[in-house]
């Protein structure tokens, strides 16, 4: 790898879309606290009735201004401070969002916050309501009280009490996010068994017992207990659950409990010649891109881009361009959903939006040599916590990648012409609770660029009484929870410019007679179907149709729309598989981290993005889904695997070209036959021709420094 300044602009473009530094970050911070109207607390003294910063990023700048500096030389942008403030020191506790600057801060007047309201749906002042305000004393006088309550009842059927207790064999937990009816908030809570051991495998040991409760306000006497949920059978009262439990006819179903099945060590028989060392990639040139690690910039076989970090959704990437032509403004992920279904109330009512709980926070040190090639180059990434920034180092990696098979191949009589198919991949893998999601953005050498998410860890499983209707039973008392995995992508498609249209094509199938045809006997065959989008009362679009980018006042010769293809995995069980909306500054995001903290009133509502619109010729953002449909298998024991939990999307160029762009590689061969099939020509493009030693030893060896 070289690292080397590859952006000759006066402002370095990650000051647009990096992070803080950390001298900011604490600048910021100090100021804050010495504003008195917030009257904040350092986050190491706070309770839950104190008021503390919760996050301090940059605010990304507008594109529109971003564009005024990029293409037309104004000044940059201004920078500025996102921060969110968690307001507890009221009976009505609220997140609020503001806007800190301009940066750097000083000592003058020049610094200023105001409220942060223009990016979000929701027009209060940007505040929303944190039900998340009181955890502490949730657990403290609530949830271990209750489980108290009845802890001869857990301690005879799961032999196991919570009561908080560093020696609890069980916890507790809730469905997310609560329910909000009638301006009262709803929480079911579950038990689950605890393993013996280091494994974490909880969420596969659910207990089927459940209790309801009304927790509105913040006055724990007031909260009310509003019953028992146990083998199908609701019971108002503890009483009654009590009373029933020590009947002759209470039938008790069985624990789930941890064993080798739940655990993620290697078992069983060793497979035959397993023990040898498996075949690895080598980089013997060493990287074949450049990397600014300062300004987050990569380059490689014509491909340039940002790298971005945010505490919310992880990686993203800005200003994509291919052989100088921006083609992608920003791609990035918004939201990631995980909705349940089962007979039990926490399945039913468990739709997890994963920005909450963030995924920066959760993109963890990569495993050299399993995660990622071992020659990789492995980046460090950082977010925002307790008045500080924290670092977890390795956290993404960068690496080429031969694929196996060719991108080009084709065999005649007399020669045999192929391509090998290398492609860059920049990944992250972010662990949100008892889920591993692997995102990889991927470039390749026909100018596509991919998307590719795959998931595993620990599925949430459920109790297998009474959920047949919603899962295989997988265990002797555990149901594999169906479930979905949704993760909406932002790609904000520039083709030669940011005035584009929206082509939908179709394979249709017709029967139809031609000039040169009988009349009489109509043939059947296939045509394509195409339109152009016109607003956004069309664009909400399930596939399998092909949607294309157009720039109509670009065009190739003979005349074709220069374009980008959109081709989207199966995903017909999302509420819409690509949906597309015209730009604006002011609507940034498809999703906010708190939209659970109130579902009928949320920070960001994406349906109101959808105000009909024009779409033709107009600068367009395209909201991909990308979504996997998980009814868990044996196979899903001890953890899900990759294999299939994957789902993708690509943009092609489609007549963005004159060719395929992969002709430009020299890494290709065309072998020429004689008449008696000998060999008698290989041409190798001008190929490196120098040997290189390499010296392959255990990856893991390594692991241990």
């Not at 659910?206 to 209790?211: C, I, T, Y």
């Not at 595993?456 to 149901?479: D, E, F, K, P, R």
């Amino acid at each position: 790898m070289h690292t080397e300044q590859l952006y000759s602009n006066q402002v370095s473009q990650e000051k647009f879309w990096g992070q803080l530094t950390d001298v900011e970050t604490a600048s910021v911070v100090q100021w804050l606290f010495q504003q008195p109207e917030l009257n904040l607390t350092a986050a190491n003294d706070a309770g839950e009735w104190d008021n503390t910063i919760t996050l301090v990023e940059l605010m990304r700048p507008n594109k529109s201004n971003v564009l005024q500096y990029l293409d037309r030389d104004h000044p940059p942008p201004t920078r500025y401070a996102h921060v969110v403030l968690d307001v507890r020191a009221t009976l009505d506790p609220y997140y609020a969002e503001i806007l800190v600057g301009p940066l750097p801060v000083t000592d003058q007047s020049a610094t200023t916050w105001v409220p942060l309201e223009y990016p979000y749906t929701r027009k209060t002042q940007g505040r929303i309501r944190n039900l998340d305000a009181d955890h502490d004393t949730i657990h403290s006088e609530w949830l271990y009280k209750i489980s108290a309550s009845i802890a001869d009842i857990t301690l005879d059927l799961f032999n196991g009490t919570a009561l908080g207790l560093d020696n609890d064999t069980i916890r507790i937990s809730r469905i997310s996010p609560l329910w909000q009816h009638d301006s009262r908030i709803i929480r079911w809570d579950t038990f689950w068994n605890l393993p013996v051991d280091d494994f974490d495998a909880s969420s596969i040991l659910p207990l089927g017992l459940f209790f309801k409760s009304d927790v509105t306000g913040r006055d724990p006497s007031k909260w009310k207990l509003e019953g028992w949920f146990y083998n199908d059978i609701f019971y108002e009262t503890t009483n009654a659950f009590r009373k029933a439990y020590y009947s002759q006819d209470f039938v008790k179903l069985p624990s789930n409990t941890e064993g080798d099945w739940a655990r993620t060590d290697q078992q069983g028989p060793i497979l035959p010649e397993d023990q040898k060392q498996p075949p690895v990639m080598v980089a013997p040139s060493g990287a074949r891109y450049a990397l600014d690690t300062d300004q987050k910039y990569v380059t490689w076989m014509g491909f340039s881009f940002y790298m971005a970090f945010s505490r919310d959704t992880g990686v993203s990437i800005f200003d994509v361009r291919y052989k100088g032509q921006r083609i992608l403004y920003e791609l990035g992920l918004q939201e990631a959903l995980s909705h349940y279904a089962g007979n039990d109330p926490l399945q039913s009512s468990t739709a997890y939006l994963d920005s909450y709980y963030g995924f920066g926070p959760y993109t963890l040190e990569l495993v050299k040599g399993y995660d990622c090639p071992i020659y990789a180059t492995y980046l460090n990434t950082s977010f925002y916590e307790s008045e500080s920034t924290h670092t977890h180092i390795d956290s993404l990696c960068i690496f080429e990648y031969d694929a196996d098979y060719p991108i080009q191949r084709h065999t005649t009589p007399s020669y045999v012409s192929t391509t090998k198919n290398i492609y860059l991949t920049l990944r992250s893998v972010s662990t949100i609770g008892n889920y591993d999601y692997t995102i990889s953005y991927t470039f390749h050498l026909d100018g596509t660029i991919g998307i590719e998410v795959r998931a595993s860890g620990y599925i949430q499983a459920a109790h297998s009484a009474h959920n047949t209707h919603y899962g295989y039973q997988i265990h002797s008392a555990l149901s594999g929870s169906m479930h979905d995995h949704i993760l909406n992508f932002k790609a904000d498609v520039d083709i030669l410019g940011t005035a584009n249209s929206i082509e939908l094509t179709s394979l249709v199938p017709i029967t139809t007679s031609y000039s040169w045809s009988n009349p009489n006997q109509p043939r059947n065959t296939m045509h394509l179907s195409r339109r152009i989008l016109s607003s956004e009362t069309e664009s909400r679009l399930n596939f399998p149709q092909s949607a294309t980018t157009d720039n109509n006042a670009q065009h190739h010769k003979p005349g074709r729309p220069q374009r980008l293809r959109t081709l989207i995995h199966a995903a017909h069980w999302s509420e819409h598989d690509i949906q597309i909306t015209q730009h604006h500054d002011h609507e940034p995001r498809s999703a906010h981290p708190y939209n659970s903290q109130d579902v009928y009133n949320p920070m960001i509502n994406f349906n109101e993005f959808f105000d009909g619109e024009d779409l033709n010729q107009t600068d367009l953002v395209v909201w991909v889904n990308l979504a996997m449909h998980h009814v868990p298998t044996t196979g899903d024991l001890p953890n899900t695997v990759m294999t299939t939990a994957v789902a993708g999307v690509r943009f092609v160029p489609g007549n963005y070209f004159p060719g395929d762009q992969s002709r430009g590689t020299v890494n290709m061969l065309r072998v020429g036959f004689g008449d008696d099939e000998d060999v008698v020509e290989v041409e190798t493009f001008g190929q490196a021709g120098e040997r290189v030693e390499v010296v392959v030893r255990p990856v893991e060896e390594m692991l241990w420094g």
